[in-house]
């Protein structure tokens, strides 16, 4: 069965520090995978995909920016914090294109990150 | 991108009642999914359901692509039920729009 991990589970940065937040997917070969950020008051707003290796869709310009060095792997990484970058992190994945079942989306468990 | 509309934004029911969560979405979709947030923020997708009618244990969902809404129907709900439903869609099949969310109570 596939999982998705990812760590830290909870940060606390300084502002102006850098970030690096990572994701990792088993069991499946070729997702897609996703990030989302939820703040306060609920919403999730999605914030990179990639569809493969150094493939890299950006939904929302902002201070962060995201990586995919191998194939179940995704980094969000911040060069320098912002206080509006505290949140929830969510990384997602979904099967290939090719598949069967496309666009079903299952979460991993979040990092919380504060920024202070 | 797709706007996506839930109501009620809040829902508090006792233990055994049934509820009815509502998903409005403003353009065609290729992707729609309905996730449950637990009070500890993880993410459980409980359908996809782009068009049709599914139904897991307690839970069901329609949705009625033509006339762009979807319903999330759940049953002699429980106190595990509570949390936060969300309904996202799309029309790429990739970038998916949230809604904001229903948060349900259910109290014993």
């Known amino acids: 069965s596939q999982t998705i991990h990812q760590w830290p589970a909870t940060l606390v940065q300084p502002v102006g520090s850098p970030l690096s937040l990572e994701c990792t997917v088993e069991?499946?070969?070729?997702?897609?995978l996703y990030w989302y950020r939820q703040a306060a008051g609920r919403g999730l707003q999605l914030l990179f995909y990639?569809?493969?290796?150094?493939?890299i869709s950006s939904e929302v310009p902002q201070n962060l920016s995201a990586s995919r060095p191998q194939d179940r792997q995704f980094i969000l990484s911040s060069k320098k914090l912002l206080l509006s970058d505290s949140g929830f992190y969510l990384c997602?994945?979904?099967?290939?294109?090719?598949?069967?079942?496309?666009?079903?989306?299952?979460f991993g468990p979040g990092t919380r990150l504060l920024v202070l | 991108g797709i706007q996506v509309e839930q109501s009620p934004p809040d829902l508090i029911l006792q233990e055994g009642a049934n509820s009815t969560l509502r998903c409005n979405f403003s353009d065609s979709v290729n992707n729609l999914q309905w996730f449950h947030q637990n009070p500890w923020g993880q993410l459980i997708n409980l359908f996809y359901i782009p068009s049709g009618t599914k139904q897991n244990g307690r839970l069901s969902a329609t949705t009625v692509a033509t006339e762009r809404y979807s319903l999330l129907y759940i049953s002699s709900s429980q106190t595990t039920d509570s949390g936060v439903y969300f309904c996202?869609?799309?029309?790429?099949?990739?970038?998916?729009?949230f809604g904001k969310g229903t948060s349900l109570l259910v109290t014993p």
């Open positions: 996202a869609a799309s029309n790429s099949g990739y970038a998916l729009n």
């Open positions: 069991g499946t070969s070729n997702p897609n």
């Open positions: 997602a994945w979904s099967g290939a294109a090719t598949a069967g079942t496309v666009w079903t989306q299952y």
């Open positions: 990639s569809v493969g290796i150094g493939q």
